[in-house]
């Protein structure tokens, strides 16, 4: 069984989506690493979309997502459209596609056009502009606060940039893992903006920047950000530990 909703934009292009879809295994150019998901760049007409092929579930997730939690590729279809709505650029959603048996959920993908970029945030390091990156990305962070918007997996690389008239346009990508609010706390802020610069002299950057546009006491968001890197510290090297521990089980 095949559940698919497209952009009323893109509805001339049903047949060619449900076609690469079909033939998703045989386009060669991936994007990223393909450890959990597969991103491949294909060609649309004259132009060129991404398509996000999610990782199989397992079992109870196949029922889940079909039953009582939308997908990964639908939340990302409409976490998309939110998005722009609010005025936060992604690329644009076209599409999203789930394939399921009597089960639930067997594959499903997410659509979305191309976006060419000069680097993701994961690169920000490199860059002879690094600075005023930094400074331009926690005013983008910001504003994404003040609409609302909490991204749960606000890693370096889910930021697309491109420099642009002298500055800097950013995309949000791989948008399933995301809430919506009136307003965020302060301590939500600070957790979202605590996953993604961790260098030296670039997050005091950060966070004076962050603090200058805020208007939040610069001495709390070095507190709180702290506290939260702490915390994913640990939480890594708890995980780490753990698999060490089940290594030396199953030797």
Do not use: W
Not at 23 to 34: A, K, R, S, Y
Not at 42 to 62: A, G, Y
Not at 88 to 100: G, K, Q, R, T, V
Not at 237 to 243: C, G, I, Q, R, T
């Amino acid at each position: 069984m095949r559940k698919y909703i497209l952009n009323k934009k893109y509805l001339n292009c049903k047949d060619e989506l449900l076609a690469i879809i079909l033939n998703f295994g045989n386009f060669n150019e991936i994007l990223g690493n393909p450890e959990r998901n597969v991103i491949k760049k294909i060609p649309l007409q004259s132009d060129f979309i991404t398509v996000k092929s999610f990782k199989k579930p397992h079992f109870i997730n196949k029922f889940v997502y079909k039953y009582f939690r939308k997908s990964k590729a639908r939340r990302s279809f409409e976490h998309g459209q939110k998005l722009l709505e609010l005025d936060i650029l992604n690329p644009e959603p076209l599409a999203y596609i789930e394939n399921s048996d009597f089960i639930g959920i067997t594959s499903s993908y997410y659509i979305s056009k191309y976006v060419p970029y000069d680097f993701t945030l994961r690169e920000l390091y490199e860059q002879p502009d690094s600075h005023e990156c930094v400074k331009a990305f926690a005013r983008f962070s910001y504003y994404v606060h003040t609409k609302g918007v909490y991204i749960k997996d606000n890693t370096p690389g889910n930021t697309l940039i491109i420099r642009k008239d002298g500055g800097y346009e950013m995309y949000l990508v791989d948008l399933n893992r995301m809430e919506f609010h009136e307003e965020l706390s302060f301590d939500i802020k600070m957790k979202s903006l605590s996953n993604n610069i961790k260098e030296q002299p670039y997050l005091d950057l950060l966070m004076k920047e962050y603090a200058k546009i805020s208007g939040y006491p610069l001495n709390e968001i070095k507190s709180k950000i702290n506290f939260y890197q702490s915390e994913f510290n640990r939480k890594i090297e708890s995980k780490a530990k753990f698999k060490r521990f089940l290594k030396k089980i199953f030797k």
